[in-house]
Nanobody, 123 residues
Framework: QVQLVESGGGLVQAGGSLTLSCAGT????????MGWFRQAPGKEREFVAT????????SYAGSVKGRFTISGDNAKNTVYLRMNSLKPEDTAVYYC????????????????WGQGTQVTVSS
């Protein structure tokens, strides 16, 4: 079975930076794309970013575009989310996910999910 192991969450001050990592483990991981989602208390889970393994295509939610950068290391089967200029509204549990669809931006398009890692941005 495929497992996604996340790390890198923590507490940062507004304006600071943080990098999340997500490593895929288990038998052959055939996802075409990886993505990041987040869920704040009392809110629905929302799309953050996605990256395609085949051509490096990336897509971002408008709320994070220009501040967050998604990248991947196919050899390590690991995806990263570099978060800069963090704001208190970025506070949420961040989830890594794998999709069999290129450029997936919706939750139902993802088949594999990590356990989530907490990111807290203080004001």
């Amino acid at each position: 079975q495929v497992q996604l192991v996340e790390s890198g969450g923590g507490l940062v001050q507004a304006g600071g930076s943080l990098t999340l990592s997500c490593a895929g483990t288990g038998r052959t991981f055939t996802s075409h794309a990886m993505g990041w989602f987040r869920q704040a208390p009392g809110k629905e889970r929302e799309f953050v970013a996605t990256i395609s393994w085949s051509d490096g295509y990336t897509s971002y939610a408008g709320s994070v575009k220009g501040r967050f950068t998604i990248s991947g290391d196919n050899a390590k089967n690991t995806v990263y989310l570099r978060m800069n200029s963090l704001k208190p509204e970025d506070t949420a549990v961040y989830y890594c996910a794998g999709s069999q669809r290129w450029g997936a931006r919706e939750q139902y398009e993802y088949q594999y999910w990590g356990q989530g890692t907490q990111v807290t941005v203080s004001s």
